[in-house]
C-alpha cells in the first residue's frame, strides 16, 4: 500500500492509501474534510473541485497517490479565521446558492478563475464556470456574485 | 474501481520495462478518460504506470517553423502558453476550449490523442496541421496515426513522447460544443500553408476524418463562399440522442465556414 506525504490546507499529512484511492475519499474519509462533495463521480459536476499545487482539479478523478508531495487546499482551507472570504461573502449576499450541495466547487473554481484573471468578464466568468454544475440557481446569481468578488477583491 | 500496484517511473525507458514486467499493465496521463472508465469497470489494469513523473514529457518548444509539445504537457499550460498563441493561435484556442477548467488542469495531449475518443478536440488539431507523433520508437504521420475509433497506430506498450506540429499559414477551429459534455458535436480545424489546405473534422463521425472536396475548393479560394454547396456525405456521421447524422453533417459545414473566417481575421503565426 502506497505512503503518500503531501500537504492539505497547509498542514502536512501522511498515509496509508490504495492504489484506486482518489484524492476526493483521501479528503473526506482519510482527513475528514467534508467541504469536499461528491456529486457525481464522473468529473461533470465539479462539487469535488480543490486545488492542487495552486490548480483546481475534481478529486474525484485524481488519485490519491498522484497527490503524492503535493500542496493540496480544499475549501476549509480558504476561509479567514472568523467570517467568510470575499467570495464566499459575495456568494452569500447575492444569493448565489440555495441548497448548496455545489457551492464549494463552486468557491474553489471561482478562486482559481480570479487568481488567474483578477478582472474577468461576464463571459470569462461563464466559460471558468464550465466545469461546475448548479440544479437550483440557473447560475446567474452565481455569476453575479463572482463578478461582484473580484471587485471587491480588486480595491 | 480494481485495486491495482501503481508505480510512478522517471524516465521513458522505466515506464516501458515497467509496462512490460506487468501482466495487464496500462499508462496513466492525465487520467481525466482512463479514471473514469476504470470506475465504470471498463478497464481493471494489475499495473498502472504513471508517467507524470518524467520530467522531459511536459516540454514546450517553439521555433519558427514548429511547435513541439511534449505528451505530459496539460491542455492549460498549452492554453496558456505564450509561445504557443503566437505561433499557431488556433492551437492555444483549442487548448482553452476542451473539456472544462478542471479537465484542462490534468488531461494532456498525449493522453487525448493516444485514447481517440471520437469526440475529442485534439485530433482534429493534429490531423489539420499535419503534426508528426515521435513515440519512444519511430515518428508516425497524423494521416497514418488515427485508425479508427478509440483505437491508433500505437502498438502495445509505444509511448509517446511528443508532437510536432508546422507552423501554419492560418489556421482555426470552430466547434460546435454539446452543451453538457462540452465535447464536439462537430469540430472542424482548417489549416492553411502556402496553397496547400487541410480539413478536419471531429465529434461527427467514428473517427477524426478529413474532407477533401473542402479542401480542394479552399486551396483554389480560402473563402467561407468557396464552401458554398459542398456538403459532407451522411451515412458514415454519428446518430445519437444528441443529434442526427444529418445535423452534423449540416454543423461540419457551418463550422468549415466558421473557421475558415476565423482563420481570415486572427491568421496564422506567420
Redo the contacts between chains.
Keep these: 500500500m502506497?505512503k503518500i506525504s503531501l500537504t492539505v490546507n497547509n498542514k502536512p499529512v501522511t498515509q496509508d492509501v490504495?492504489?484506486?484511492t482518489?484524492l476526493v475519499e483521501l479528503i473526506r474519509e482519510g482527513l475528514g474534510l467534508t467541504g469536499t462533495h461528491i456529486g457525481c463521480?464522473?468529473?461533470?459536476c465539479?462539487a469535488c473541485?480543490v486545488h492542487?499545487n495552486g490548480?483546481?482539479?475534481?478529486s474525484c478523478?485524481?488519485?490519491a497517490?498522484?497527490a503524492d508531495g503535493a500542496e493540496v487546499l480544499t475549501v476549509e482551507g480558504v476561509s479567514p479565521d472568523s467570517g467568510l472570504n470575499p467570495i464566499q461573502q459575495a456568494l452569500h449576499e447575492h444569493h448565489g446558492l440555495q441548497c448548496g450541495f455545489c457551492t464549494p466547487g463552486m468557491v474553489m473554481?471561482a478562486t482559481?478563475?480570479l487568481k488567474n484573471n483578477p478582472d474577468p468578464s461576464e463571459a470569462d466568468v461563464r466559460h471558468?464556470l464550465?466545469?461546475?454544475l448548479c440544479r437550483c440557481t440557473g447560475y446567474q446569481n452565481i455569476v453575479e456574485a463572482i463578478m461582484a468578488a473580484a471587485k471587491t477583491m480588486r480595491s | 474501481?480494481?485495486?491495482?500496484?501503481?508505480q510512478?517511473p522517471k524516465t521513458v525507458d522505466d515506464a516501458r520495462e515497467a509496462y512490460s514486467a506487468s501482466a495487464d499493465g496500462l499508462f496513466?496521463a492525465g487520467?481525466?478518460t482512463i479514471?473514469?472508465v476504470?470506475?465504470l469497470g471498463l478497464a481493471a489494469p494489475s499495473a498502472?504506470i504513471?508517467l507524470?513523473g518524467i520530467e522531459g514529457l511536459r516540454a514546450i518548444l517553439v521555433t519558427d517553423s514548429v511547435v513541439s509539445i511534449g505528451a505530459m504537457a496539460t491542455h492549460?499550460t498549452v492554453a496558456a502558453s505564450g509561445d504557443v498563441r503566437q505561433a499557431i493561435p488556433a492551437l492555444s484556442d483549442l487548448a482553452g476550449m476542451i473539456?472544462?477548467?478542471?479537465?484542462r488542469?490534468?488531461g494532456t495531449i498525449g493522453g487525448s490523442i493516444a485514447n481517440n475518443d471520437p469526440a475529442a478536440d485534439y485530433p482534429a488539431a493534429v490531423l489539420a496541421l499535419n503534426a508528426t507523433i515521435t513515440t519512444d520508437k519511430r515518428q508516425i504521420a497524423a494521416d497514418d496515426f488515427f485508425v479508427a475509433m478509440f483505437e491508433t497506430a500505437l502498438e502495445e506498450g509505444e509511448i509517446i513522447t511528443n508532437v510536432e506540429f508546422p507552423v501554419a499559414d492560418a489556421a482555426a477551429y470552430a466547434k460546435f460544443a454539446n452543451p453538457?459534455?462540452?465535447f464536439a458535436l462537430a469540430g472542424v480545424f482548417v489549416a492553411r500553408t502556402g496553397n496547400s489546405v487541410r480539413v478536419a473534422v471531429t465529434g461527427a463521425g467514428t473517427c477524426v476524418f478529413r474532407v477533401a472536396d473542402m479542401e480542394a475548393a479552399l486551396a483554389k479560394d480560402f473563402s467561407a463562399t468557396a464552401l458554398d454547396g459542398i456538403t459532407v456525405a451522411t451515412e458514415n456521421l454519428n446518430t445519437d440522442i444528441h443529434a442526427s447524422a444529418e445535423y452534423r453533417g449540416h454543423l461540419i459545414g457551418v463550422m468549415a465556414k466558421r473557421a475558415v473566417e476565423a482563420a481570415q481575421t486572427k491568421g496564422g503565426g506567420k
Excluded: C, I
Design positions: 502506497p490504495e492504489g484506486r482518489l463521480d464522473t468529473s461533470q465539479g473541485v492542487v490548480q483546481p482539479v475534481k478523478t485524481m488519485l497517490v498522484q473554481t482559481a478563475l471558468g464550465e466545469g461546475n | 474501481m480494481e485495486d491495482f500496484s501503481y510512478k496513466l487520467g481525466q479514471l473514469p476504470m470506475k498502472v504513471d507524470g492549460a473539456g472544462d477548467p478542471q479537465v488542469t490534468r453538457a459534455s462540452r
